[in-house]
C-alpha cells in the first residue's frame, strides 16, 4: 500500500472512528484503525466488537493493499504534523508503514489487515432512509433517558420501531421515558422493531453531518447488526437481544393541570435548583398555582432545600388550566428534558402528586414527549 492524503482529512478520519476502537480488548488488532486503499480512497475502520465504524477520505493511490495500524499512535503523530500531505508507504513483508510529511519520517509497526475482523457489507437498496438532521433531532432527544445500568440490558439501547412511514424512538430506565416519532417519505415494505445500544446512537448523532443528507438504515440479513450509511461514514452496532417493556402503558392518558410555561424560564429555575438538589436525591417541588383570570397569571414554584448549602426558589409565570398541585421530581431529569425539548414553549401536564408527569413541546407537531415519575415529598 502507498498512497498520500491531506493531514486534516487524515486527522478528522482518525479523529471519527478512534471511538470505536478498543484500547483494552485481548485482541491486540482491535486497539489498531483498518487503513485500506477503496476504490481511490482510504477507508478507515475501527471496532470493539460491538460498534464499528468506517469512514472514507479522498486520497491519491499509488500501490492498492490495506494494513491495521495502532490508533492512538497514528492518531497522536498525525495530530502533530504539518498541515501538508501525508504520504503512507507499507512494507507488505514486515508490516512496517512509514509515514513522511515535511520534515518529519517515522516507521510504525502494524498488524496484517487478515487479522481484522470483517466489516458487514450490506446491500445499500434493502434500506430505509431518514433525513439525518431528523434522525439527529430523534436520537438527542431520546437516548439520554437511557438506562446505564447493565443489570437490565435492554433499557440500555434505545427501541427503534419502523412500521408504515412512520419511525419511533423509544428510551426509558424506569424514572422517565422518552417517545419521539418521525415520518419517512415512503412506507417500508417490512415493518421491524430492533433494540439499539444507546451509546451507539450517541456515536451516529456525533459523526453524522448536518444538513439533507440522507441516513440509510439497513439490517444485514443473519446478523444481530444494524448499519447506518451516510456519505462518507458507516456506523455499525450489535443489537440487545431482548423485549423492550410496553411503554404505552406508562404514559397517561388523561391529566387534571396542563401548565405552559417557557421552556427557558423553566430550564433556568431548575438549573438554579438543581444547585441545592445535589445533596438532597435531587429532589426538587413544583408548586404549580393557577392565575385568577386574566388579571393575575399562574405561576410555578420550582423549590429545593439542602440542609448543607441552603435552599432556592425561582418563580415563573405559566399559563394552567386545572386545580393547583404539589408535586415533585428529579430536577436532573427536567433539566434533560428542558434541554432537548426544542421548542419556546413547554406544556407540563400532571394528574396528581403521586402519579407521572408528562412534558410535551407546544407550536411543533414532532411526535415528541417525555414521562418522568414524581418523587415522594
Given at each position: 500500500?502507498?498512497?498520500?492524503?491531506?493531514?486534516?482529512?487524515?486527522?478528522?478520519?482518525?479523529?471519527?472512528?478512534?471511538?470505536?476502537?478498543?484500547?483494552?480488548?485481548?485482541?491486540?488488532?482491535?486497539?489498531?484503525?483498518?487503513?485500506?486503499?477503496?476504490?481511490?480512497?482510504?477507508?478507515?475502520?475501527?471496532?470493539?466488537?460491538?460498534?464499528?465504524i468506517t469512514t472514507w477520505i479522498g486520497a491519491k493511490v499509488e500501490v492498492e493493499g490495506s494494513t491495521t495500524i495502532p490508533a492512538r499512535t497514528i492518531s497522536d503523530l498525525v495530530g502533530t504534523l504539518p498541515k501538508d500531505r501525508v504520504l503512507m508507504d507499507l512494507e507488505e513483508g514486515t508490516q512496517k508503514l512509514h509515514v513522511s510529511c515535511g520534515a518529519t519520517n517515522t516507521d510504525i509497526k502494524c498488524i496484517d489487515a487478515q487479522e481484522f475482523p470483517p466489516m458487514p457489507a450490506p446491500d445499500l437498496s434493502d434500506g430505509i432512509q431518514i433525513n439525518v438532521a431528523a434522525l439527529k433531532e430523534m436520537i438527542h432527544q431520546v437516548a439520554f433517558a437511557a438506562s446505564s445500568d447493565e443489570a437490565r440490558p435492554v433499557l440500555t439501547g434505545v427501541l427503534v420501531n419502523v412500521e408504515g412511514n412512520t419511525v419511533t424512538m423509544v428510551a426509558a430506565d424506569g424514572f422517565r421515558l422518552s417517545v419521539r416519532k418521525a415520518s419517512l417519505s415512503a412506507d417500508v415494505p417490512e415493518p421491524f422493531k430492533i433494540i439499539v445500544p444507546a451509546r451507539a446512537l450517541s456515536e451516529l448523532a456525533r459523526i453524522a453531518g448536518d444538513g439533507n443528507e440522507q441516513v440509510t438504515i439497513m439490517l444485514p440479513r443473519g446478523r444481530s447488526q444494524v448499519v447506518f450509511r451516510m456519505k462518507d461514514v458507516e456506523l455499525t452496532s450489535q443489537l440487545i437481544e431482548g423485549t423492550f417493556p410496553d411503554f404505552e402503558q406508562v404514559?397517561?392518558?388523561?391529566?387534571?393541570?396542563?401548565?405552559?410555561?417557557?421552556?427557558?424560564?423553566?430550564?433556568?429555575?431548575?438549573?438554579?435548583?438543581?444547585?441545592?438538589?445535589?445533596?438532597?436525591?435531587?429532589?426538587?417541588?413544583?408548586?404549580?398555582?393557577?392565575?385568577?383570570?386574566?388579571?393575575?397569571?399562574?405561576?410555578?414554584?420550582?423549590?429545593?432545600?439542602?440542609?448543607?448549602?441552603?435552599?432556592?426558589?425561582?418563580?415563573?409565570?405559566?399559563?394552567?388550566?386545572?386545580?393547583?398541585?404539589?408535586?415533585?421530581?428529579?430536577?436532573?431529569?427536567?433539566?434533560?428534558?428542558?434541554?432537548?425539548?426544542?421548542?419556546?414553549?413547554?406544556?407540563?401536564?400532571?394528574?396528581?402528586a403521586a402519579s407521572p408527569g408528562v412534558l410535551r413541546p407546544l407550536g411543533s407537531d414532532d411526535g415528541f414527549l417525555h414521562v418522568i415519575m414524581p418523587m415522594h415529598i
Amino acid at each position: 500500500m502507498k498512497v498520500s492524503v491531506l493531514q486534516e482529512q487524515l486527522a478528522q478520519g482518525l479523529g471519527i472512528v478512534s471511538r470505536a476502537v478498543s484500547p483494552r480488548s485481548t485482541l491486540p488488532v482491535l486497539a489498531n484503525v483498518l487503513a485500506a486503499t477503496d476504490e481511490g480512497r482510504l477507508r478507515l475502520s475501527a471496532t470493539n466488537l460491538e460498534l464499528g465504524i468506517t469512514t472514507w477520505i479522498g486520497a491519491k493511490v499509488e500501490v492498492e493493499g490495506s494494513t491495521t495500524i495502532p490508533a492512538r499512535t497514528i492518531s497522536d503523530l498525525v495530530g502533530t504534523l504539518p498541515k501538508d500531505r501525508v504520504l503512507m508507504d507499507l512494507e507488505e513483508g514486515t508490516q512496517k508503514l512509514h509515514v513522511s510529511c515535511g520534515a518529519t519520517n517515522t516507521d510504525i509497526k502494524c498488524i496484517d489487515a487478515q487479522e481484522f475482523p470483517p466489516m458487514p457489507a450490506p446491500d445499500l437498496s434493502d434500506g430505509i432512509q431518514i433525513n439525518v438532521a431528523a434522525l439527529k433531532e430523534m436520537i438527542h432527544q431520546v437516548a439520554f433517558a437511557a438506562s446505564s445500568d447493565e443489570a437490565r440490558p435492554v433499557l440500555t439501547g434505545v427501541l427503534v420501531n419502523v412500521e408504515g412511514n412512520t419511525v419511533t424512538m423509544v428510551a426509558a430506565d424506569g424514572f422517565r421515558l422518552s417517545v419521539r416519532k418521525a415520518s419517512l417519505s415512503a412506507d417500508v415494505p417490512e415493518p421491524f422493531k430492533i433494540i439499539v445500544p444507546a451509546r451507539a446512537l450517541s456515536e451516529l448523532a456525533r459523526i453524522a453531518g448536518d444538513g439533507n443528507e440522507q441516513v440509510t438504515i439497513m439490517l444485514p440479513r443473519g446478523r444481530s447488526q444494524v448499519v447506518f450509511r451516510m456519505k462518507d461514514v458507516e456506523l455499525t452496532s450489535q443489537l440487545i437481544e431482548g423485549t423492550f417493556p410496553d411503554f404505552e402503558q406508562v404514559i397517561p392518558r388523561s391529566y387534571a393541570t396542563r401548565s405552559v410555561v417557557s421552556a427557558d424560564a423553566l430550564l433556568k429555575a431548575c438549573k438554579q435548583a438543581e444547585i441545592f438538589a445535589r445533596e438532597s436525591s435531587h429532589i426538587a417541588r413544583l408548586d404549580i398555582r393557577p392565575g385568577d383570570g386574566e388579571l393575575k397569571p399562574g405561576t410555578i414554584e420550582v423549590f429545593a432545600q439542602s440542609e448543607e448549602t441552603g435552599s432556592n426558589e425561582a418563580i415563573v409565570d405559566a399559563s394552567i388550566e386545572g386545580p393547583g398541585m404539589l408535586i415533585a421530581f428529579n430536577v436532573r431529569y427536567l433539566r434533560d428534558v428542558l434541554e432537548v425539548i426544542g421548542t419556546p414553549n413547554v406544556a407540563l401536564e400532571t394528574t396528581q402528586a403521586a402519579s407521572p408527569g408528562v412534558l410535551r413541546p407546544l407550536g411543533s407537531d414532532d411526535g415528541f414527549l417525555h414521562v418522568i415519575m414524581p418523587m415522594h415529598i
